[in-house]
């Protein structure tokens, strides 16, 4: 009787606490199985973890998570010429100053793009010291290109408020 008791007592002391834990569990997005002449395996894709919050049932985390990774590249020219320019202010609200500190500014101009790279203006810059009126624009990233004779010198990632 008193052997029965203890293998009760610890058949419990196992059992209790096994019940209590939770294997991991991933909901899964697709998965198969995969067999050949040399081996098999099995594999899952997409393997998400919800965490959720209030009573609207609102996943706030997860293993999966939405990126985006943009390259911007440019062909510029790498010398003295791009250290003469300044565009400020960075981020600016309706005004966009350039100026040539050191550089000649003739025969330059300037192209805005938007974050995808669509052309939205090119104009000519008349003066070393020059104003941009932007407030037409909404509020976004835009990336400004100088060039002279036809070749880029600078690039600029502004921020419009």
Do not use: H, W
Not at 59 to 71: K, R
Not at 81 to 87: A, N, Q, S
Not at 133 to 156: C, D, H, V, W
């Amino acid at each position: 009787m008193k052997r029965t008791s203890i293998q009760c007592f610890f058949l419990m002391l196992f059992l209790v606490p096994i019940s209590l834990l939770k294997a991991q569990s991933a909901v899964l997005a697709t998965g198969a199985n995969a067999t050949g002449s040399n081996g098999s395996v099995s594999y899952s894709v997409g393997q998400v973890a919800y965490l959720v919050k209030g009573s609207n049932r609102q996943v706030s985390e997860g293993v999966q998570q939405v990126f985006e990774i943009t390259t911007l590249a440019t062909n510029e020219i790498s010398n003295s010429t791009e250290e003469g320019i300044l565009l400020y202010p960075n981020p600016f609200k309706d005004y966009l100053y350039l100026d040539f500190t050191t550089n000649n500014f003739k025969g330059s101009e300037y192209q805005l793009f938007d974050s995808q790279g669509k052309l939205i203006k090119t104009d000519k810059i008349s003066q070393s010291k020059s104003e941009f009126n932007f407030s037409y624009l909404p509020s976004a990233m835009y990336i400004i290109r100088i060039n002279q004779e036809g070749k880029n010198i600078k690039t600029f990632k502004i921020i419009k408020k």
